[in-house]
């Protein structure tokens, strides 16, 4: 069965540095989507992509942030300048319709910003 | 008031019992609602997707919406240990595309 997957399943950095966050989403999916979720809180919305461009931004997805396909089967979620409370667990998803159709999760980035 | 309530648990109960879940909301032109289920630092996965009012039934998990309400349930029959995980119910806002999550239920199915 098709699924989404991320790299790395844990990232570790500094705070200030960069770090870039890799899914590959189910392969005929042309909307893709981040989601955040800080440790015991609920998964928010970051951001939606399809056919190359943002379609929807959240709050929270501000200017440290971007999301970029650089080829046909990645997806990738920049944080430029890393904060302490950027650390937690960032999921990407994908589906094929957008709008109303479910959505596919992967396993997560956990991101430990030190 | 938040968009998405749902009772944090955690829920504990015996093998085989009948579980239910909830989730308020407050924006009555959500249409669509799903229910994920999700194990400790994994992803969500989906369980049930409705767009209308009723029950919706598959195998041992059945969904329930009532709009007029404005809230949703999961049944779980005949739970068993591997039902032990953070249940997030979700719904789609009007004219968006992302999904608005619940903070999610914690279950733990005792064997």
């Known amino acids: 069965e098709p699924e989404v997957t991320q790299t790395p399943s844990h990232q570790v950095t500094q705070m200030g540095q960069e770090v870039i966050l890799r899914c590959v989403p189910i392969s005929n999916h042309l909307y893709f989507y981040w989601y955040r979720q800080i440790l015991g809180q609920k998964v928010e919305f970051l951001v939606s992509?399809?056919?190359?461009?943002?379609?929807?931004k959240s709050e929270i997805f501000d200017d440290q942030f971007s999301v970029e396909r650089p080829d046909g089967s990645n997806f990738t979620l920049k944080i430029r300048s890393t904060k302490l409370e950027d650390s937690a667990m960032y999921f990407c998803?994908?589906?094929?319709?957008?709008?109303?159709?479910?959505?596919?999760f992967g396993p997560g980035t956990r991101l430990t910003v030190l | 008031q938040k968009e998405v309530e749902q009772d944090p648990g955690p829920l504990s109960v015996p093998e085989g019992a009948i579980v239910s879940l909830n989730c308020t909301y407050s924006n009555s032109a959500f249409q669509y609602f799903m229910w994920y289920r999700q194990y400790s630092r994994k992803g969500p996965e989906l369980l049930m997707y409705t767009y209308s009012s009723g029950n919706k039934e598959d195998g041992r998990f059945t969904a329930q919406v009532d709009k007029s309400s404005k809230y949703i349930s999961l049944f779980i029959r005949d739970s068993q240990p591997s039902d032990s995980a953070t249940y997030l119910c979700?719904?789609?806002?009007?004219?968006?595309?992302?999904?608005?999550f619940g903070p999610g239920t914690r279950l733990s199915v005792l064997p």
């Open positions: 998803a994908s589906n094929d319709r957008g709008g109303t159709d479910t959505q596919y």
């Open positions: 979700a719904m789609i806002p009007p004219r968006g595309q992302n999904f608005v």
């Open positions: 992509f399809y056919n190359n461009e943002i379609s929807e």
